[in-house]
């Protein structure tokens, strides 16, 4: 899928919060708000040693603030509306630092 900001469905194109969004509401039923800053403020925090997939993963600015949301995918890779040059796809977790991890599959 394409990355497009403020999308929400990945089929047409979505930015990082709108396709976690989608994903986890088609696939778990899971209701989340919209944005990354809110999603980060739900679920149950876990450690990076913790993750299992469908887990949220957050990362800030260099000014503190959340602004990207990826997905836990497994064997260390997360899955996210990336750039509009990259679209979706799979990183490394760590591909930058997370500065939050959230289960929200319980």
């Not at 696939?27 to 149950?44: E, N, T, W």
């Not at 990826?70 to 990259?86: K, L, R």
Request: net charge neutral; aromatic share 10%.
């Amino acid at each position: 899928g394409r990355y497009v900001w403020g999308g929400n469905d990945p089929h047409t194109g979505a930015d990082c919060s709108g396709f976690v969004k989608y994903v986890l509401s088609n696939v778990a039923g899971v209701s989340l708000p919209r944005v990354s800053s809110d999603q980060a403020r739900v679920g149950r925090a876990v450690s990076s040693s913790q993750m299992q997939p469908g887990d949220l993963i957050f990362y800030s600015s260099p000014f503190g603030r959340i602004n990207h949301v990826a997905m836990y995918a497994g064997n260390g890779q997360v899955v996210h509306a990336s750039t509009e040059e990259t679209g979706i796809k799979l990183s490394p977790y760590n591909y930058r630092e997370p500065v939050k991890i959230v289960s929200v599959l319980e």
